[in-house]
């Protein structure tokens, strides 16, 4: 994962020297993250037994995010963008029963590019809209202890989606100023179900057992509605504030 950041910090550094001449912003932003649809899920109230591989929902229920985005005029007005960028989402669900606590996180680190469309460019603030085709990689862990020591990990998998979002870019001094929107991500267009076999070692998630351990199979996303297996739809809503850098040509005077 290291290495697909410093590939895309190198490549917005290249877009800055090759697009010198031409409006050019790059933006770094982190913020709130609201999973919605099945990536956001409740545990149950009492401690039952819980499948955590054929889960209807991936039982989050909150999370953060940190990205950069670069973004190319490609009008003379400024208002019309190509944009590029990688984000990382991290998503946490957790319970505590009388005998047993879990703790669940799903995260997904995102390359996406688009274009972007820029309100009044020569203002002081700036309104935008923007949509883009992202490839999304999933990872996680689900951590259980108390009368059983859970530790399963989820599988690392990849998946289409797009993004649309919306913001306000305020200059607040001549070469950068701060940057606030709101993104709805739809993770994955394109779903799989996934076929897994599981190795365990005790009765792990009821009341009544002795502490035990469980091994096995990662967890799959297994999104895709086949037969009898129900299709998830992981989506969530990403709110951010951050800071804008402008390099080329001069953006005009804000007003």
């Given at each position: 994962m290291k290495k697909y950041v410093i590939i895309i910090s190198a490549l917005l550094?290249?877009?800055?020297?090759?697009?010198?001449?031409?409006?050019?912003?790059?933006?770094?932003?982190?913020?709130?993250?609201?999973?919605?649809?099945?990536?956001?899920?409740?545990?149950?109230?009492?401690?039952?037994?819980?499948?955590?591989?054929?889960?209807?929902?991936?039982?989050?229920?909150?999370?953060?995010?940190?990205?950069?985005?670069?973004?190319?005029?490609?009008?003379?007005?400024?208002?019309?963008?190509?944009?590029?960028?990688?984000e990382y989402n991290t998503f946490s669900g957790s319970v505590d029963y009388p005998s047993q606590s879990y703790k669940n996180k799903v995260n997904i680190f995102t390359f996406n590019a688009g274009i972007e469309y820029d309100i009044n460019p020569s203002k002081k603030i700036v309104p935008f809209i923007g949509l883009d085709l992202a490839v999304n990689f999933f990872s996680g862990k689900v951590e259980g202890s108390g009368d059983s020591i859970v530790i399963l990990n989820r599988k690392s998998e990849s998946r289409f989606g797009v993004i649309a979002g919306a913001g306000v870019d305020i200059k607040m001094w001549n070469s950068g100023g701060i940057v606030f929107g709101v993104k709805y991500s739809l993770s994955n267009l394109i779903g799989k179900k996934s076929e897994t076999t599981t190795t365990t070692t005790g009765s792990v998630l009821t009341d009544d057992e002795p502490v035990t351990s469980t091994t096995g199979s990662d967890i799959p996303l297994n999104d895709e509605t086949v037969s009898n297996n129900t299709g998830k739809s992981i989506n969530y809503v990403q709110i951010y504030l951050g800071i804008s850098y402008y390099f080329g040509k001069s953006l005009g005077k804000r007003k």
């Open positions: 550094l290249l877009n800055c020297i090759l697009f010198s001449q031409t409006k050019f912003t790059a933006q770094l932003y982190g913020g709130y993250s609201l999973p919605v649809a099945d990536l956001k899920g409740k545990f149950p109230d009492s401690l039952t037994y819980i499948n955590f591989r054929t889960a209807k929902t991936l039982l989050t229920s909150y999370g953060i995010n940190f990205g950069i985005k670069g973004k190319i005029a490609v009008d003379s007005s400024g208002s019309q963008y190509i944009t590029a960028g990688a």
